[in-house]
């Protein structure tokens, strides 16, 4: 019998070597022996059944994707009102996720140009650099420019508009995110790691269901931590702007969801389970297209 390394059967399958290592060890991968410690796995051996993601919404997700296709397309004016909607609201969660003070009508008043009294003027700069690195993701998004390491650190420079020093470069010294389960990387690190997570991504989008490579893309970059700050206002733009450029509407992760949000990437750095991030976004993609199918089917 012939056999692939971790690492084959991981591009084979469109999933990652931790992924494989740990179906090996849990007895899930028909044939697999354990070689020190190494795994070695048949040639022909099948990808197991995922049964920790409630696949049921992923199927209803692309049917609902499917239907929108067909219909009448949204106005001008219709998609304009919704994208500024939609805008200050992911703008107020995603930087109140974050720590930022700013109220949902503070943050819409704060886009306006207007001086909220008694708030930091950091945290104005933070609702402008978002909704700007947000326009710039829909305009990259409609002129098909692929996801790259420049793209990510245009991205950033927009997010942290009020750290000049520090936007739109990988950080050069070790941190660490108080609480979680996980330790980013050494500085040196981050640059191959980043290379290597757009790398994967890329051969994923072929065999991999959306919401899952994108959910587990977010995993992995957020683990890597690349800058210094922003590292999760940045990681949500990423994650809409590949929804966008796949035909999704973008989504917002909700402040009021941040526990689960973190528990997330708990579980994955914990116990190496995806399931809890892909759910958590597949519920938020399939609350967004049945809004547009709402509006269209009237």
Not at 170 to 187: N, S
Not at 228 to 233: A, E, F, P
Request: glycine content about 6%.
């Amino acid at each position: 019998m012939n056999y692939i390394k971790v690492s084959q059967a991981a591009e084979k399958w469109g999933i990652s070597a931790r992924r494989v290592r740990v179906l090996c060890a849990e007895g899930k991968i028909e044939g697999a022996v354990q070689k020190g410690k190494l795994y070695m796995i048949p040639e022909n051996a099948q990808k197991p059944a995922d049964g920790r993601v409630k696949y049921n919404i992923l199927a209803d997700i692309e049917s609902k994707k499917a239907r929108l296709s067909e219909m009448r397309s949204l106005t001008a004016g219709e998609v304009e009102r919704l994208r500024e909607e939609f805008m200050i609201e992911f703008t107020y969660n995603s930087n109140a996720i974050e720590g930022n003070t700013l109220t949902l009508k503070e943050t819409a008043m704060a886009l306006e140009g207007m001086t909220i009294d008694q708030k930091p003027l950091k945290d104005h700069l933070e609702a402008v650099g978002h909704r700007d690195a947000f326009l710039y993701v829909q305009d990259i998004a409609t002129r098909d420019i692929p996801i790259s390491e420049s793209v990510i650190k245009n991205i950033h420079s927009l997010v942290l508009i009020n750290r000049p020093e520090d936007k739109g470069t990988y950080r050069r010294i070790p941190v660490r995110i108080m609480g979680a389960y996980t330790e980013p990387l050494q500085p040196y690190m981050v640059q191959p790691a980043m290379e290597g997570l757009l790398i994967e991504n890329n051969k994923s989008a072929e065999t991999m269901n959306i919401i899952e490579r994108i959910a587990r893309f977010h995993l992995e970059f957020e683990g890597i931590h690349p800058f210094i700050d922003g590292n999760g206002r940045t990681g949500r733009l990423v994650l809409n702007l590949d929804f966008i450029r796949n035909g999704y509407p973008p989504i917002n992760v909700k402040f009021t969801d941040r526990k689960r949000y973190y528990d997330a990437f708990d579980a994955y750095y914990r116990d190496n389970d995806a399931s809890k991030m892909i759910s958590l976004i597949a519920e938020y993609v399939n609350e967004r297209l049945d809004e547009y199918l709402a509006i269209l089917e009237n």
